[in-house]
């Protein structure tokens, strides 16, 4: 029983907030639409006013977000409105990843299409040679904004505090880059993108495998980030105590069995893996795994030893079935979570976007 | 920017709902308020005319809910305002737990307060005895319902599915008692106590030692079910993937060594539950463990060893500390909880608990 109203606040509307409030609703009224939407539908969707959505959307098409279509000829009787929708080329979201043996870069355009995407492996994870990557995109695509993946811990105003596979600790990375970037976990993105790809309000947990094994938790279609955002580490593990050393200075952590290093014994990888998942199952109760990065290929191989462990270990699992699949996105995901992070923001505040100073990174 | 508006729905609203929605609303307020409050200011709280209001409240005196005392002499000018207080003797819940080796019950009135609790130690495990140790409460206090905490994992509709310690499979445990009775896990439901307790919107895992070993996670103010509501299980986290045999099936699961039968060996116990423990802080990025159950009066002696293990295992240890602390209610957290509920289902809907035939539990 609780409704939204426009502007209602206990404080004092400015009437900027308001217009912000409204564009992103207009812009996200079209992109939610699957076919081209009039303004007259836009205006009853939104409970606007005509004139009021008709002011909103002249902006958002003179800022290049929207385009309107003529209306398709038609054969009945009747003339048909012409159709609002998203431009592709409105804006642009750069995505980077740097990983500890692979450089990425992609760019989307805001109906969220790969426009290019280069990948560098047995690339050195490092910041100058993500700059030079990164700089072809930033001339040619002008980005609105870039994100980038890390595979390690970072907080709240983007510093990476650790990334032990890399070897980072305290590291700037918009310093390093020279252009503004916003950073978060790598696995974090992935799991994002792939709960963009599903739709609805899934759990799951999406287990991304690297040099790092790491992973983001997805509770009724939310990332959950945790009380400092370092959730989901699930590569540290432990799956034998007086284990394999590992990087972070603790014994067995599952990335010493199921890290890319590691992987070639298939059947130690899968055990591990079964292991740590089932500590997962047992706590979180969730009914889906989702296995990126060099796992997604490796899913024929890793299942059966992942299975027999879950079948063991899993308090519930004769009561429960846990679904085990591939990533949609394969080793993208984290990339274009990236990029699609930057394109979500646009369309959340396209206010902030058509400010006349806000061009978007500069080239 | 969202409002509550009484009554608004998208489909029609029965005159009935609004008034079940409406005592609710006055009940909760007046519930709420640290000191008897008048009629006055609960309509300027809740938004209701007073008409309104005092016939609602007129309903709640005359089913026993609430009180209306005079006003306290005063020193100064003018007359103050009639209170209305929550009637402590209005309605009562009954909370029940069957463990391995206890059975306990308590009563608690309407505002909270414990006014009977018995526990027998020693004792099996069993609804027969569960129903005798129950009858003098149900006779004597006619509570407004009853609640049972089980160590197991407990369907929607009741049903104990598995309760691997007390050696249940699908049990139904109103058929067993003789009376109605809603059932749930006992360290969901002593998490729930916990969390009333605390105040809030805390994020804290609350592990509850007995034979077996369970937990309730708190996220964010509200317990995390899981999928199937079987989340929690870390009795059955893998600390030792070859170790000892478990009831469960699986080898080296936490409760074979920091359970009640094992907990003899402290040093092991605490080994273990740092391990385990560790899985969870690095997956969840919990800043509070509580430890109930036997834990709580042996967190001294436990807490080095934990640390330890927390300090060498959680990725984050260094950056993000981790707080340890003993559970406030102590053992009778589970069936605190469970008489809660009782009592926190007649606050939120007293138009059900009002209906003339809904009397409570018969003696």
Same mark, same amino acid.
């Given at each position: 029983m609780t409704t939204r109203i426009q502007g209602a606040s206990s404080a004092p509307v400015r009437q900027s907030s308001v217009r912000a409030h409204n564009l992103a609703l207009v812009l996200r009224t079209v992109a939610n639409s699957e076919i081209p939407i009039s303004r007259a539908s836009t205006s009853a969707v939104t409970g606007l006013t005509r004139a009021t959505v008709s002011a909103l959307v002249d902006d958002l098409i003179a800022g290049g977000l929207l385009t309107e279509h003529d209306p398709a000829p038609r054969s009945g009787a009747g003339r048909p409105a012409a159709g609002l929708a998203l431009n592709p080329d409105g804006a642009f979201g750069l995505g980077l990843e740097v990983n500890v043996d692979y450089l990425a870069a992609c760019a989307i355009d805001l109906s969220g299409v790969v426009r290019r995407r280069v990948v560098e492996d047995?690339?050195?994870?490092d910041l100058a040679a993500m700059a030079r990557l990164a700089r072809p995109f930033v001339d040619d695509f002008r980005p609105a904004a870039a994100a980038l993946a890390v595979p390690g811990l970072v907080s709240g105003d983007g510093l990476i505090r650790v990334a032990p596979n890399l070897g980072w600790? *305290?590291? *700037?990375a918009a310093a390093a880059l020279g252009f503004p970037v916003t950073v978060d976990n790598e696995a974090n993105l992935a799991a994002l993108s792939e709960l963009r790809a599903a739709g609805g309000r899934p759990s799951f947990i999406y287990v991304s495998g690297e040099i790092g094994v790491g992973a983001g938790i997805v509770l009724d279609g939310e990332l959950y980030r945790g009380a400092r955002g370092w959730s989901g580490e699930i590569g540290h593990l432990t799956v034998d105590p007086d284990g394999r050393p590992c990087r972070c200075g603790a014994r067995g952590c599952l990335e010493q069995y199921a890290g890319q290093e590691a992987i070639h014994d298939i059947d130690g990888a899968a055990t591990a893996l079964g292991v740590a998942l089932s500590a997962v199952v047992n706590l979180l109760d969730l009914d889906t795994i989702v296995l990126g990065g060099i796992y997604g290929p490796l899913l024929p191989e890793l299942q059966p030893g992942i299975e027999r462990e879950l079948r063991r270990r899993v308090l519930t699992s004769d009561l429960a079935p846990v679904t085990l699949r591939a990533a949609a996105l394969g080793a993208d995901a984290a990339m274009r979570g990236a990029a699609e992070s930057v394109i979500r923001a646009v369309i959340d505040d396209p206010a902030t976007f058509l400010k006349p100073q806000v061009a978007g990174l500069k080239p």
């Open positions: 047995h690339a050195q994870g600790r *305290d590291v *700037d």
